[in-house]
């Protein structure tokens, strides 16, 4: 039996399945094309959304300052009006300095906890790290601190690159012209706009202690940065600069202040642990390197300027050992109040302990043991070397701790 052929439909030929197989390609070089299709908008939306991510966590940290300078509360007193507003209310300005990762901060926290005292606030009201005022102002230098990355030597050799700094943290008392004194720094002493600029950016920090005339209810305003002790008699110089009505700057000294405005508290720790200290700091916190020699030479040069600013100051000068600190921290507050002539009563004291973090009592310990298991047979006798221009230094430390 023969089968016809419908009219009007054709027979399947020979290539339709190519035809189909062409038809399929073809749809999926086109779903091909679609899908490598760039849209430039999504790498717009990844930076920006990049962008706002780390501008929050910076906002986090240093608060309106990362956006606004840190000049943002800044006062527009003259010299005059703050010269009289000090002397007219008796204010005592307290400086604090010594090595970094000596216990500056945490003995600033214990002071600045008073009712009577005034300090800046968290690093997020004042925009700089630890709250350090010489981090905040532009009068006098910060001495490298915070630039520190193109110091170190990560390879631990002894090589340095092209562009590092000799100054920063562990190293800048051993730079040139480190230590700014009254003698040194006259051209900056007869400016009265030094005194107005420092007072203007830091007076709106002390003031916000209370809700309103904070500057006049504190007794003591106090700031505090580990430099401050290549600083004192430039400190000294400064705060209390004789500015008379016109604005001007008494040369002849007939304006002499009745009273000192400034104290001082130098803070210093025990050579090794502070070395280590600072040494475990760099390391951790910043990713770099510095000898242990350098660190040393630094100690002691930076207490020499601290010894040769106390015998030069007209100040009050007190100083606080960390140990004494951290295993007694009631005595030594006591101590400090009375030197500031604020409340030293014992509710007082224990209510400003109450509101500090918790002090460990030897903060030396873990450095102790790290150089009498290693470190003294790696540099034994370098301590030694140095022994007598440590002795000579006269903190009342033993360096035989093994």
Avoid at 114 to 135: K, M
Avoid at 156 to 162: E, L, P, V, Y
Avoid at 207 to 232: D, I, M, Y
Wanted: proline letters at 5%.
């Amino acid at each position: 039996m023969v089968l016809k052929q419908r009219r009007g439909k054709k027979a399947p030929v020979a290539n339709a399945p190519a035809k189909a197989a062409a038809t399929t390609n073809t749809i999926n070089d086109v779903d091909v094309e679609e899908k490598d299709h760039f849209n430039p908008a999504i790498i717009v939306a990844l930076f920006y959304t990049l962008a706002c991510g780390l501008l929050f966590f910076f906002y986090n940290k240093y608060g309106p300052a990362i956006f606004l300078g840190k000049g943002w509360k800044d006062y527009k007193w003259s010299p005059y009006k703050w010269r009289k507003f000090i002397d007219d209310n008796e204010k005592t300005i307290l400086i604090i300095g010594g090595p970094h990762r000596a216990g500056t901060t945490v003995v600033w926290e214990g002071i600045k906890a008073h009712p009577d005292i005034a300090g800046f606030g968290n690093r997020f009201d004042t925009g700089a790290d630890y709250s350090e005022g010489v981090l905040m102002q532009d009068v006098y230098p910060r001495f490298g601190v915070g630039y520190e990355f193109s110091n170190f030597d990560k390879t631990g050799s002894k090589k340095i690159s092209r562009g590092a700094r000799d100054d920063g943290i562990g190293r800048y008392a051993l730079a040139e012209n480190v230590h700014w004194t009254a003698e040194n720094r006259k051209k900056e002493l007869q400016d009265p706009t030094s005194l107005s600029r420092l007072l203007n950016r830091f007076g709106p920090h002390w003031n916000k202690k209370f809700e309103e005339n904070g500057l006049t209810k504190a007794k003591v305003w106090v700031e505090k940065s580990p430099q401050n002790a290549v600083l004192a008699t430039f400190l000294e110089g400064l705060y209390n600069m004789p500015v008379k009505e016109d604005g001007t700057v008494d040369l002849d000294n007939t304006k002499k202040p009745k009273r000192s405005a400034t104290k001082f508290i130098y803070v210093t720790r025990h050579p090794i642990a502070n070395i280590y200290g600072t040494d475990t700091f760099v390391r951790d916190a910043m990713g770099g390197n510095i000898d242990f020699e350098i660190l040393l030479k630094n100690y002691i040069a930076l207490h020499k300027y601290m010894k040769m600013d106390e015998k030069a100051l007209k100040s009050p000068v007190m100083w606080v050992h960390l140990e004494d600190f951290t295993s007694d921290p009631n005595k030594v507050l006591a101590q400090v109040f009375r030197f500031l002539n604020v409340s030293a009563d014992e509710v007082v004291v224990q209510q400003v302990l109450d509101n500090m973090p918790d002090i460990t009592a030897t903060p030396n310990a873990k450095y102790f043991k790290i150089w009498c298991e290693e470190g003294i047979a790696k540099n034994g006798p370098l301590m030694q070397r140095y022994a007598e221009e440590l002795n000579a230094l006269d903190l009342g430390y033993d360096l035989d701790i093994c």
